[in-house]
């Protein structure tokens, strides 16, 4: 069994800024890349930030330069630092893991529960 447990969610006001923190648990061999997705009422999901195994990272273009996304092998956790934040930042975020765990042969996808972001005045 493997769990992804986000927290860190809550309301700001524009221009704020939010940490949000994701741990991985359970029978765990190996994980690759991680990241962190959104999806904000009536749309799609979306990719917001990715980190890979050599620690190479990707943004959503509308997030760049305000998001950095890190990650803690040790701990087996990913965090999201989100600073000025804006009303279309609302969305639920959710914890993405390429993870390799007992009895597989290669990895598969978990997600977290998902944790609620809203910025608003």
């Known amino acids: 069994q493997v769990l992804l447990v986000e927290s860190g969610g809550g309301l700001v006001q524009p221009g704020g800024s939010l940490r949000l923190s994701c741990a991985a648990s359970?029978?765990?061999?190996?994980?690759?890349?991680m990241a962190w997705y959104r999806q904000g009422p009536g749309k799609l999901r979306e990719l917001v930030a990715r980190?890979?195994?050599?620690?190479?990272?990707d943004y959503a273009e509308s997030v760049k330069g305000r998001f950095t996304i890190s990650r803690d092998n040790a701990k087996m956790t990913v965090s999201l630092q989100m600073n000025n934040l804006k009303p279309q930042d609302t969305a639920v975020y959710y914890c993405?893991?390429?993870?390799?765990?007992?009895?597989?042969?290669?990895?598969?996808?978990?997600w977290g529960q998902g944790t609620q972001v809203t910025v608003s005045s």
């Open positions: 993405n893991a390429e993870i390799v765990a007992l009895g597989a042969v290669g990895p598969d996808p978990y």
């Open positions: 359970g029978n765990i061999l190996l994980i690759y890349a």
């Open positions: 980190i890979n195994s050599g620690y190479g990272t």
